[in-house]
């Protein structure tokens, strides 16, 4: 479970890092991206981006139907776990799509002005609320993914900050 959040947190990293700079490089002017052009670099880091938030989704929906079959299998398993997993996904998948929707938006905006076709303010706008969105869905997906890590510690009988328990076992002669 945790190796999936930490990709989450470095894809998402790398995705925030990389619309900056493409935002910042719009603003200044072209150059390049080590060693990319602008369209490319976008390209690279939409790709990375898409990952990122495709993860989450699949990552909430995974545990979910683990804390769903865990709920269904265990009669003692309080049903309240699954209730709350179910609100955390209704928080989390409406900011999440929302940004990938404008991300997506921004970069095929990028093609347009690349073209000629549209003003660059369009690119620009549609940009800045990327970063806005971008944020606002960064500081849910961080809540959603403590809540639901909570909630499968307490799964397993444990809280948030519990030290795990110790498993060795005292060999007596």
Known sequence: MYIFMYIIYILSALSFGGITLLGIGGLLGPHGYFGMNHPT?????????????????FF????????????RDHPDADPE???????????????????????????ILGGAVDRNMISHWWHLGSWVLSMWLFMRALKVQNRCLADNTAIILEMVGLRLGEPAP????????
Not at 41 to 55: C, H, K, M, Q, T
Not at 60 to 71: A, D, L, M, Q
């Open 41 to 57: 670099f976008a390209l690279l880091v939409a790709v990375i981006f898409l990952a990122a938030e495709v993860l989450v989704m």
């Open 60 to 71: 909430f929906v995974g545990t979910g139907v683990s804390i769903k079959e865990y709920v």
């Open 81 to 107: 776990l699954h209730r709350r997993s179910i609100a955390i996904k209704r928080a989390l998948y409406p900011p999440t799509l929302n940004v990938t929707l404008i991300v997506m938006l921004t970069f």
């Open 166 to 173: 110790d498993n060795e076992h005292e060999v007596t002669s």
